[in-house]
């Protein structure tokens, strides 16, 4: 990258001034591109060094800074900062590579291995894969595309409850309508049915008759008793069979998927044999963790009836987690942050257990809740917006609005769900509008995703093709035949530049919503360039140049939109 050549001669230019510590060094993108392609503020942090201005120390580096053929020009501005721009030769290297689909990514690695774990969707058994969920799904599947991009292996798991009170509620309402069950046709009648039976469930807890049969049926569950263990086996496989299409209409899978049933037992044992070290205490009848020693809260792993808590169960997942896939370097669980507290002790106590195999390893990526523009949207299902019935409103929107096949339509519903969340921060509470989600004049998949289309219309048009290609603008000596570039020209090959980096800059913070306002800005660059300049009807060698930056934009929005797991569509 020319980045670490920049850096490697901003340490020859210190070595020459007579400084021989380098780690003051730092080297990122201005946030206004008119101040270069990278900026360093070396010179202020060695002001109380050297009891110099700043200014004076920034002008000496430049001077001692080597001549390269990759940085074009250097600038001091006040207080003291570098600017460096890099050369257009470089910037056409570049842009001919993507055109060319040759995407390098710089590396990031969480550890030597080179291993990452990422556990995310976590939908319950018996419920609704709702718009939560989808939030969590569209945030772990990002995730995972960029830590692959940046050179890692990613294992991907999914944490399901399967076990619980609120399978016991539905259960509950279930046995209590078994006649209905035989007339129930397809899936989505059954999964209808399941939520229904969840609201009469959790609505008959509060009577106590009830409330001790749904107790009862939990303890059923727990001690696998062959009074309830077909009837749960059967619409736990219901649940199952409906999130295996929610992940495929969304374009996401797992290497494994983890049940609460399967960790329980393990789970339990491994509390106990802890309790028995000390890392436990009993308290009430209970065995608890005693956090207040840590600075952290105290939680039940056993309940006084003898039952694995959440926090318990957990014990169980993560040596299951960390056995089945080898060492891992980090295992990312994308979880909302009510849950910071479970995790901070849970990590906590796997680190007292086994602090070589857990220490800092263990990551809570917290995503917000997701919440609705008053009088937008309702369900049927009561205030549960379910996934699948979010992406199909925005899809009828979008055939009303765009006149497109079902197909395109399809695609471009759960790009514009995706996108509506990706483009925030994960730690961002978002109200989410449909009309928003798909506006082509904002800051929306469709907008981008036309951007592309656009770009791809040029192409086709240029070449006679059903998909355009731009031919290889380099001679055979290597040197590109081009004219002068003009300005607007140049800020687009410097903005199509910043795509690796801005990559980089997502897994290093885990935030996928980095590509998506760079792929925005990139798309509102390139229409307003589309805009003020001729392409097919400009001179050859310009002509040649613009579709270069044409077929460079349309393949950087592609890859960045699929490593936000979005689809394309060729025409919109």
Excluded at 169 to 178: E, T, V
Excluded at 453 to 473: D, F, I, P, Y
Aim: proline fraction near 3%.
């Amino acid at each position: 990258m020319i980045k670490n050549k920049i850096i490697q001669n901003l340490k020859t230019a210190l070595k020459k001034s007579g400084i021989k510590d380098d780690s003051l060094i730092d080297l990122q993108p201005p946030t206004n591109a008119q101040f270069g392609d990278y900026s360093t503020s070396v010179a202020l942090k060695l002001t109380k060094l050297f009891k110099k201005n700043p200014m004076e120390i920034a002008e000496e580096i430049k001077k001692n800074f080597p001549k390269s053929e990759f940085v074009e020009k250097i600038e001091i501005v006040k207080p003291g900062f570098i600017n460096f721009w890099v050369s257009n030769n470089n910037l056409l290297d570049f842009a001919q590579k993507i055109n060319e689909d040759k995407f390098e990514f710089p590396s990031f690695h969480l550890g030597k291995n080179k291993k990452i774990m990422v556990e995310f969707a976590h939908p319950n058994t018996h419920k609704l894969f709702h718009i939560g969920h989808l939030r969590n799904i569209s945030t772990g599947e990002s995730i995972v595309r960029i830590f692959e991009a940046v050179g890692n292996k990613v294992i991907r798991t999914n944490y399901q409850g399967d076990i619980g009170l609120h399978i016991a509620k539905c259960l509950y309402g279930i046995r209590n309508s078994q006649s209905v069950i035989k007339k129930l046709n397809n899936l989505q009648e059954r999964i209808e049915f399941i939520g229904k039976m969840y609201t009469e469930g959790t609505k008959a807890y509060d009577n106590p008759k009830a409330k001790e049969e749904i107790n009862k049926i939990n303890k059923m569950i727990y001690n696998q008793d062959p009074e309830i263990l077909p009837l749960w086996q059967e619409t736990k496989k219901w649940s199952l069979d409906y999130f295996d299409e929610v992940y495929k209409r969304v374009y996401s899978h797992f290497d494994r998927l983890y049940l609460e049933s399967d960790v329980t037992k393990r789970g339990l044992e491994i509390s106990k044999e802890i309790y028995k070290k000390g890392v436990l205490e009993k308290s009430q009848g209970a065995i608890v963790f005693n956090g207040k020693k840590y600075g952290l809260d105290i939680r039940v792993f056993i309940n006084s009836l003898g039952f694995p808590t959440y926090e318990g169960k957990e014990m169980g997942l993560a040596e299951k987690e960390f056995y089945d896939f080898g060492e891992l370097d980090k295992n990312i669980h994308v979880v909302t942050p009510e849950q910071t507290s479970f995790f901070k002790i849970t990590f906590k106590v796997e680190e007292l257990i086994n602090e070589k195999k857990y220490k800092g390893k263990q990551y809570h990526l917290i995503y917000e809740w997701v919440k609705l523009k008053e009088g937008k949207m309702s369900s049927r299902e009561g205030n549960i917006i379910e996934a699948n019935w979010l992406i199909d409103q925005i899809k009828t929107k979008i055939l009303e609005r765009f006149k497109c096949d079902e197909k395109t339509a399809e695609t471009l519903a759960v790009a514009s769900a995706k996108y509506s969340f990706l483009k925030n921060s994960t730690q961002t509470i978002i109200h989410f509008d449909i009309d928003e989600s798909i506006a082509v004049d904002g800051n929306s998949a469709p907008y981008i995703v036309y951007t592309y289309v656009r770009c791809q219309s040029v192409l086709r048009r240029h070449s006679g093709k059903a998909e355009g290609r731009v031919q290889n603008l380099n001679d055979d000596s290597g040197v590109a035949p081009l004219p002068r570039m003009t300005e607007s020209e140049s800020n687009l090959l410097r903005k199509l530049y910043q795509f690796p980096e801005v990559v980089l800059k997502s897994a290093e913070q885990y935030s996928p919503n980095f590509i998506a306002t760079y792929l925005y800005e990139l798309a509102s660059q390139f229409n307003l360039f589309y805009q003020k300049n001729p392409i097919l009807k400009a001179e050859k060698e310009t002509k040649e140049l613009r579709l270069l930056i044409t077929q460079t934009t349309a393949n950087v929005i592609k890859k960045g939109l699929e490593l936000l797991g979005i689809k394309t569509v060729e025409r919109m």
